[in-house]
Structures are given as structure tokens and as C-alpha cells.
């Protein structure tokens, strides 16, 4: 009794922070019971408890001593959003973007028993992360090393192949709850290994046909795919009711009195509802008026966003041209690019956190002869570039990759910031890479790269507010290679590339008023960078200073280079 009240009390304070807008902790929610059972049977810091996704470990915060600090999550010199080493002993390891948490929890499970330890070692990934390749890397190697590991797989009913006539959940019913504590007892697992020894001894036939009937039996009595895990080497147990900690803390103490188990997967089914305050949302409704009512799109997201008049100048370009399709991979969905499925859902593919998978796939759809666009978060492209490398770029095939999320992303931390793509994007030999100043600009890049048939382009656009000017409806495509002068003066060059050029603007205008005459320039291309007009500006300004938001290496570095290598240092102008 004690255990749910805790549970309620913090699903209570959970709830709280939800009411005043701090953060969407749908998924810490989820896993309230979760968390404390697992905090009750293990004892953390000393078993190391490793988590995939940052937005499940808030109830996990609160139980370890960070309380008092909640309310200063995501923000400066405040809490993380995720787990994090220097942060708390109870956080052994940083949860990032997913997927990682098996194969950090296998790394320390082996260093473990290389060190003649006894800790334990817990690791909770969701089913968001299961379309990730790395977990099935790790779980093969766990079940290969055979290394005592558990882990638990936070199944919270998502899918991405949403259904309305067909409820995808497995059910908890008392036959199943009782088999899960069943199979994690020592009884039964001792009981299944000598079991296992004798057939090996009466000989092999009759071993593979016991092994073919215990697969076969835990499969009839185990939901859909369960013995997928078997195969890879991981003991399955489950499904057990996430959130009734009685039966989590019966199965799970059953697991950690085994001396040696090898690797095991506990399956807990969970609800995302539970303590949710009720929210109303526009973006369930379908559209009246099909896929003609492009106006729609934005008449009902609000507040605007780069977001919107990305997914707006999609929508117009997909109209015209039925080629054009959408590939979109991250942990959720923004509710612009929702409405963009809504609209052509023939047309629209999400995968969910497979961004190499994403990547590979729009190659393919690009080799047969549509045109993709590939729509990935800045922060979550980085883990798709072997595949930008090497199945795009090299073989020149036309992607065009929209980085959304791009530069600082705030109270988001570091984990989701968008610094590298300019660096990593702009030094392969055949990618197009481009930046918008404004909406207007942004719309007029999707019709460019709409256009590009013979090798792959991207822009990037971070996830702020619009500049908020007025859009022509006739959008030309821009000259690849082009920027243009904003603002004329004499004395300094404000170079800027993409979102940064409003902040060009801004301190134009401040120095004005100085007395100080700068020319504002947008760059839009920092490959291939417009030559022409980077001289002009080196020949006309006694100084040219690049503005951008990213990473050493980037659009900056490539403007010094050029001048460097074109002479331009030797004269008046300083860079």
C-alpha cells in the first residue's frame, strides 16, 4: 500500500508540472509504478539503472534526490531533460536520443564481470525505440555474450501504423500476469535448464525437437513476436501490467535472485493516460475539404512556425506534382507534418527513430523515380550519416533532405541541438547545402529543391517563429549558388546564412544609429557559396564578418577559405 501511494504522490507532482507547462511527461507518466518498483528491488547507485529516453526519467529524478530542483528542468545551470553523468551517481550513463541504453548496459555488464563485480544492470528502452537498428545489434551480442543483463522493454501501446478498427494492444488477463511470475521464478528457470541438459544428453534430435516445442509453447502463451527475443538470446518474460507495481516488484525480485541468468527481457505493457490532464486537440479532426484544402493546413496549427510554412509549401508542390513524396523519421510527429499525412497519406511515410533506415529508404524511392523528401530533426540526421555518405551523396541520388530543428533549441539542451548538419552536410563533393532567411525564403527553397533532379540538396530551418513578413503567392525557385545584398553600406559586410541574417538585420539597424554604415548580405548557399558575391563584399568593406548559428567548420569556415585561397586576405578587408 505504501508503494501505490507513493506512486500516486508522484504521479500527483508529475501532474502538477504538466498543469503549468514545464514539459509533456506523457511518458514519465507511464512509468511511475515502473520506476519504483525497480528502484525498490534494485539498489541504485550501486546496480546501475540505464534509461533510453530522456522523458521517462522524471518520476526517476524525483526518486533520487532532485526533487527540489524539478522545477528548474531545462533551464540554464538547471536540471537535464535526460539522464546525465555529471548530474546525479544515479544517472551512469546519458540518455540521448534513444536506443543506446542496451548497448551502454551490456558495455557495463561485461566490464562488471571482466572487474569480478556484482552489480546489477537494468536497462528500460520504450517501443519507440525498438525500430532502431542498434537495439537488435545489442540484444544479438547480449544474447551472444550471455552476460547477466536485464532489461525492460516499456511497451506503451504506441504503433506507427495507427489503425482506427483495430486495437493493437495485448491484454493483461490474470492467465497471462500468472505465467509472467511463472516464467521469472527460479523454480521454473532451473526447472527449463535441466530440462534442456537431459535432452542434450539423450542426443540431438530430441534436444532441437524440445528447444521447437518450448519455443512453440512460449509463444502460444506469449503475445505477437515475443519469441523474436528468444531468438536473438534474451529469456522473455512477460507481458506483465506496467502499472500494478504488486506484480512488477514479484517479477522482478524473481529476476534479480538468479546468480546467473544471462540476459533477460521483462515485457511491461503501460498506459500513457494515466493522470494525463485532459487536453482538447484540433489536429484529431480530418480535413473537409481533401487534399485541395491546402489553406486548411495552417488555418488550424495556431501560432506559426518554420514548421508550418515548410509542411504549406510541401503541401503546394505535392499538389502540383504527384512525384513528390515525404519520408519522415524522429521520435514524434510535429503537428504539421500530421496534418501533411492527413492530406496525403498515400504519399507520407514516417518511421519512427530509424533515421539510417529513413535515409536508405528515400535513396530508393529516389532511384525509382519519385522525389523524396527526407524530413529529419538536426540533432537526429547525425546518426544517419554513414547513409548520407555513402547510399546519397557518393552515387549522387536527388534526396532532398529537410533538417528541421536546426541551431540552439532552448530549454531542449544540447542533446536535441542542431549544431553540426551545416559542417557535416557541407563537405561531401555532390550535396547541395542551403539556408533560409525567412518563410519566404524557406518556401522558395522546397520549390528549388523540388527541381533538382541530378544530385541531392538540403536546407535547414530551425524550429522558432516565423520572421512573420507577407508571402507572394508565385514562388520562384533561387538560382543554386545566389545570395543577394539586403542592406548597402560601406564600412562593414554582414555575411549571414540562414535564420542569422534577422540577427544581421537587428544589429544593422543598431549601428546605424552610430554612425557605422553596414551592408547586410544573405548568403543563402553555403554550397556552393556565391563567389561572385563574396568578393564584392571582400573589395567594397574594409571588414566582413560571417554571422551563423552552428559548429567550427561550417558556413564561416568555408567563406574563409575561399578568401584565403582567392587572395582576399592579402588586402584591405579583415575577416
Request: with cysteine.
Amino acid at each position: 500500500m505504501e508503494l501505490k501511494q507513493l506512486s500516486d504522490e508522484i504521479r500527483g507532482e508529475l501532474s502538477l508540472m504538466v498543469s503549468k507547462g514545464q514539459k509533456n511527461l506523457k511518458a514519465s507518466l507511464s512509468v511511475v509504478e515502473l520506476t519504483v518498483a525497480v528502484h525498490y528491488v534494485f539498489h541504485a547507485p550501486v546496480d546501475k539503472i540505464l534509461w533510453d529516453i530522456g522523458d521517462q526519467t522524471y518520476a526517476h529524478k524525483l526518486l533520487t534526490g532532485r526533487r527540489s530542483l524539478m522545477s528548474t528542468l531545462g533551464q540554464k545551470s538547471g536540471l537535464s531533460g535526460y539522464t546525465c553523468r555529471s548530474e546525479s551517481e544515479f544517472d551512469p550513463f546519458g540518455a540521448a536520443h534513444g536506443c543506446n541504453s542496451i548497448s551502454a548496459g551490456l558495455g557495463l555488464a561485461v566490464a562488471r564481470d571482466i572487474k569480478g563485480k556484482r552489480e546489477r544492470i537494468v536497462t528500460i528502452i520504450s517501443n519507440e525505440t525498438t525500430s532502431t537498428g542498434q537495439v537488435y545489434e545489442a540484444m544479438s551480442n547480449a544474447g551472444y555474450l550471455d552476460s547477466n543483463l536485464v532489461v525492460i522493454l516499456n511497451d506503451s501501446r504506441h504503433s506507427l501504423h495507427h489503425k482506427s478498427n483495430v486495437d493493437s494492444r495485448t491484454p493483461i488477463t490474470a492467465i497471462s500476469s500468472s505465467w509472467s511470475k511463472v516464467q521469472s521464478s527460479k523454480t521454473f528457470r532451473k526447472f527449463r535448464e535441466v530440462a534442456k541438459g537431459l535432452t542434450k544428453r539423450v542426443g540431438k534430435g530430441l534436444y532441437e525437437w524440445a528447444a521447437k516445442v518450448d519455443e512453440y509453447a512460449r509463444g502460444m502463451l506469449g503475445p505477437t513476436g515475443s519469441t523474436l527475443f528468444e531468438e536473438l538470446g534474451l529469456y522473455y518474460i512477460g507481458p506483465v501490467d506496467g502499472n500494478n507495481v504488486e506484480d512488477l516488484i514479484c517479477v522482478l525480485q524473481e529476476v534479480a535472485s538468479l546468480d546467473s541468468m544471462g540476459p533477460v527481457l521483462i515485457h511491461v505493457m503501460t498506459n500513457e493516460n494515466i493522470g494525463e490532464p485532459k487536453k482538447m486537440s484540433e489536429t484529431g479532426k480530418n480535413l473537409d475539404g481533401g487534399s485541395s484544402n491546402i489553406d486548411s493546413l495552417i488555418a488550424r496549427l495556431g501560432p506559426q512556425t518554420y514548421d508550418h510554412y515548410f509542411i504549406e509549401a510541401l503541401s503546394m508542390e505535392a499538389e502540383k506534382d504527384k512525384d513528390i513524396v515525404a519520408v519522415h523519421a524522429a521520435m514524434r510527429m510535429e503537428p504539421s507534418i500530421e496534418l501533411f499525412q492527413e492530406n496525403f497519406p498515400d504519399r507520407f511515410f514516417d518511421v519512427g527513430m530509424a533515421e539510417q533506415h529513413a535515409v536508405t529508404f528515400s535513396a530508393g524511392l529516389a532511384c525509382g523515380g519519385l522525389k523524396p523528401f527526407c524530413i529529419i530533426p538536426s540533432a537526429y540526421l547525425q546518426r544517419a550519416y554513414d547513409q548520407i555518405v555513402h547510399d546519397v551523396d557518393r552515387q549522387k541520388v536527388p534526396v532532398r533532405f529537410a533538417i528541421t530543428n536546426a541551431g540552439m533549441v532552448g530549454s531542449d539542451g544540447p542533446v536535441c541541438s542542431g549544431s553540426f548538419d551545416v559542417t557535416f552536410m557541407s563537405c561531401l563533393p555532390n550535396m547541395i547545402v542551403m539556408a533560409p532567411s525567412d518563410e519566404f525564403e524557406l518556401a522558395r527553397m522546397v520549390v528549388t529543391a523540388a527541381q533538382i533532379d541530378d544530385q541531392p540538396v538540403c536546407f535547414r530551418y530551425p524550429r522558432g517563429s516565423i520572421v512573420g513578413i507577407d508571402i507572394p503567392m508565385c514562388r520562384t525557385p533561387i538560382e543554386i549558388g545566389k545570395g543577394k545584398v539586403l542592406i548597402e553600406g560601406k564600412d562593414v559586410a554582414l555575411l549571414g546564412y540562414g535564420a542569422m541574417v534577422q540577427n544581421c538585420l537587428m544589429a544593422q539597424s543598431l549601428l546605424s544609429k552610430l554612425g557605422v554604415e553596414v551592408t547586410v548580405a544573405d548568403a543563402r548557399f553555403c554550397k556552393p557559396l556565391d563567389i561572385k558575391l563574396v568578393r564584392d563584399l571582400c573589395e567594397n568593406h574594409a571588414f566582413l564578418i560571417t554571422v551563423e548559428e552552428g559548429s567550427v567548420g561550417g558556413f564561416g569556415s568555408h567563406v574563409a577559405q575561399f578568401i584565403a585561397l582567392d587572395g582576399k586576405l592579402d588586402g584591405r578587408v579583415k575577416s
